[in-house]
Nanobody, 127 residues
Framework: DVQLQASGGGLVQPGGSLRLSCAAA????????MCWFRQAPGKERERVSC????????YFADSVKDRFTISTDNAKNTMYLQMNNLEPEDTAVYYC????????????????????WGQGTQVTVSS
């Protein structure tokens, strides 16, 4: 079966760091567009970061650029999101998602078109 499992969330103080993991099964992360989305209570789902299976290009939302890093490990078939200098505004449930797409528009694919989603992991940034 195709599955995505997100993990690594938790409670951290402002300025702290977390590394989220998204373990994939049933497909290879290097053959799918892989993205992290987040959603805070009462807010729209936001695209945080994506990595292309075409050329490994990456996308970051302006709010996280220079603080977050996305990567994949093909041997582990896992995607990661390294989050540094966390801010209270980063508090949300973080979801990983995968899309069978190879092309240059990987960072604009509507969330509804992603085939696979993980269960989400809670990130809370608070003092």
């Amino acid at each position: 079966d195709v599955q995505l499992q997100a993990s690594g969330g938790g409670l951290v103080q402002p300025g702290g760091s977390l590394r989220l993991s998204c373990a994939a099964a049933g497909f290879s992360v290097d053959e799918y567009v892989m993205c992290w989305f987040r959603q805070a209570p009462g807010k729209e789902r936001e695209r945080v970061s994506c990595i292309s299976d075409l050329d490994r290009s990456t996308y970051f939302a302006d709010s996280v650029k220079d603080r977050f890093t996305i990567s994949t490990d093909n041997a582990k078939n896992t995607m990661y999101l390294q989050m540094n200098n966390l801010e209270p505004e980063d508090t949300a449930v973080y979801y990983c998602a995968a899309k069978d797409y190879t092309g240059s528009w990987y960072a604009t694919i509507p969330p509804a078109e992603y085939e696979y989603w993980g269960q989400g992991t809670q990130v809370t940034v608070s003092s």
